[in-house]
């Protein structure tokens, strides 16, 4: 392989704008890099541009202005449904369809792009098992999970056809702080051996610091900073240094609770 074509950028955001149709500016000269293999967290407010950024990724929505790369190409140069069968996606409420079984829905990509049913098979119970779910859970249907298994199901779903790049929108935002904790480990632990290009939404800095190999900080469709996670606890930044204080003042907070 080329050595430029190896470090280049999975990502890239080039003087990105997005406007609505009525003439609000959502996201605003965005030039933003991610490198193969990281983990970008896009931490923000709601509002941020944090999901403008995520759609504009896989063709959801369309750029107002400058240009997104994906693999070193304009994304809005090819086959659309192509481009997003190649990026897994990963939602809070997780999307699945209610009428599929657990089975029929991680499989759902691999079907559409003519897999044999054998290899679908094998590779559901390989992504039951990588998510830390029972073999038995592929016949039941969504309403039957809890909000966790349903979480892991989408992991499974966005990670069936193998794709290099995952987009996770606040995937564990919904879960209570015990199941949340637990994703977030399996999440790491499925980096570290599987090494995705992943971009990653949150508006929690406690997630951002855990998850993320870098931290995108956004505010009202800007991009304000883009930091190591141990860079940001230092960051002089205004914004970033407001989102640590309020960090520190909230594990300040509970300790003083645990103490009483």
Known sequence: MDANVAHSPVIEFRD?????????????????????????????RSGSGKTT???LLNR???????????????NAEGDVIRLRRSIGYVIQDVGLFPHFTVERNIGLV????????????????????MVGLE???ASRYPHQLSGGQRQRVGVARALAADPAILLMDEPFGALD?????????????LQRRLNKT???????????????????????????????????????????????????????????????
């Open 135 to 137: 073999e038995q859970t």
């Open 177 to 189: 702080a015990l199941t949340r904790d637990q994703l977030q480990r399996e999440f790491l632990s």
């Open 198 to 260: 992943v971009v990653f939404v949150t508006h929690d800095l406690r997630e951002a610091l855990r998850l993320g190999s870098r931290i995108a900080l956004m505010e009202a469709g800007r991009l304000v900073t883009v930091l190591s996670p141990e860079d940001f606890l230092r960051s002089t930044d205004p914004l970033a240094a407001a989102y640590v204080r309020a960090f520190r003042d909230g594990l300040d907070s509970a300790a003083n609770r645990g103490a009483s």
């Open 60 to 74: 959801l929505l369309n750029p107002s202005g400058g240009e997104v790369r994906v693999n070193g190409a304009p």
């Open 110 to 129: 691999p079907r559409i792009e003519g897999w044999p049913v054998a290899r679908i098979h094998q590779r559901v119970e390989e992504l039951l098992r």
């Open 16 to 44: 990105v704008d997005y406007a609505l149709p009525n003439g609000l500016q959502l996201l605003s000269g965005l030039n933003l890099q991610v490198q193969r293999g990281e983990t970008l967290v896009l931490l923000g």
């Open 53 to 55: 950024s995520l759609k």
